[in-house]
């Protein structure tokens, strides 16, 4: 019988999975707290459950991460980290030390289906979606490492205090598997994150952003880049099925729900795009009923992407000009440029499937580089 992996389950799955073999719910929550708040995988070492359990975990179950294929650290701290999800597919992680906070961008997604023109995860198409072990694997992986790494410290508490889903991929289209790893990031049992400690990014899907909104509000980011709808179906096409009016309501309905009192807008800086002072002004009037923080991304520029990022002085003149309209705006300083761990370059390698043309190739333009430290196929 194939053994199941335990992170795959948010505690009511592990809880079910533990009825189902006679155990009462109690021990479930021994359980989950072993896994994720310990960062125990072997269940030789979890000392309180009665010997008989063990054996039955043992035979039955496994606690199995995506495998680290690449650990750098940045100059400036920054953390970035190559996990490989099988088929020549890896995916990558960023943990972004802060005073007093330790931030980790999660992937969703091995590529992405959505396409927007000045993203390399998306340039590389969508392969398929994270599992619930892989997406909470990334955040249990990086605890562990960084609780060996802190002397002294020997809980996962406090090793990453936020959580951002903002690395490859997009979150709503893997709304499933998305919500068992945000429920784990807020149990007490496992993380114990506050849910405005965990964002969520989108582009604007906005029936998953209704639902987000019932069954587990968390902190939610989304990526406007554009004042009008011209624009915007050029560069978020998703934006033609969600246009501009129907995504600020589905904000403003969400913020009834809302662990906190603002949604994010993300706003990437194009230069001749979408940075000019007319594009500020429309953006003011754009969401001028929905309560907001803009966050303007200096553009990370890739080979081939034909953008480039706006002036330093124009992206200050926007920032001036949005919070003279009274939105408090804040401009992303670059990290981990060193190693590639900025925020747009998080391509990994990903075997894209959805272009039949070029299915044994890998669309990504540093995959040279990136290549030489993992190897395609890894054994498990
Ligand atoms: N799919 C989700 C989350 C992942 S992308 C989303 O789109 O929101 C995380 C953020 O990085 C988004 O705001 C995205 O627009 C931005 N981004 C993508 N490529 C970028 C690039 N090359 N430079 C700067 N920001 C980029
Ligand atoms: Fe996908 Fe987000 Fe990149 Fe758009 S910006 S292609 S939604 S990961």
Known sequence: ???????????????????AKGERPFRSRQLLRWIHRNGESD????????????????????????????????SDGT?????????????????????????????????CALACT??????????????????????????????????????????????????????????ENLIPALRLMLDDNAYGLSRRRVTVSTSGIVPAMDRLSQECPVALAVS?????DELRD?????????????????????LEFAPRDFVTFEYVMLAGVNDSLADARRLVELVSDVPCKFNLIPFNPFPDSGLTCSARDQIKRFADLLMKADIVTT????????????????????????????KATFTHPAFG????TIPLEVKR
């Not at 996962?156 to 289209?173: F, K, R, S, W, Y």
């Not at 580089?369 to 030489?372: F, I, L, N, Q, T």
Request: hydrophobic share 40%; aromatic share 6%.
């Open 234 to 254: 050029r560069l978020v096409p998703i934006n033609k099925k969600y246009p501009l009016a129907e995504l600020m309501a589905a904000c403003r309905r969400y």
């Open 43 to 74: 269940f030789g070492q979890m000392t309180d459950l009665a010997k008989s359990l063990r054996t039955m975990l043992e035979g039955a179950a496994i606690i199995l991460p995506p495998p680290v294929v690449s650990d750098k650290t940045a």
């Open 79 to 111: 953390r970035k980290f190559l996990f490989d999800v099988g088929a020549g597919n890896a995916i990558e992680t960023v943990m972004i030390p802060e005073a007093g906070r330790r931030t980790l961008c999660v992937s969703s997604q091995a590529g």
């Open 331 to 358: 401009t992303r300083k670059t990290r981990g440029d060193d190693i590639d761990a900025a925020c747009g370059q998080l391509a990994g390698l990903v075997r894209d499937r959805s272009r039949r043309t070029e």
């Open 224 to 228: 406007l880049h554009a004042p009008t």
């Open 1 to 19: 019988m194939a053994q199941v992996n335990l992170l795959d389950f948010d505690a009511s799955g592990l809880t079910d999975w533990c009825s």
């Open 118 to 175: 000045f993203c390399s995860t998306g340039r590389q198409g969508f392969n398929r979606n994270l599992s619930v072990s892989e997406i909470i694997g990334q955040l249990w992986s990086v605890s562990r490492l960084i609780r060996a790494s802190d002397s002294g410290d020997d809980s996962m508490d406090h090793a990453i205090t936020n959580v951002v889903m903002m690395g490859m991929g997009e979150p709503l289209t893997n709304y």
């Open 369 to 372: 580089r990136v290549s030489k």
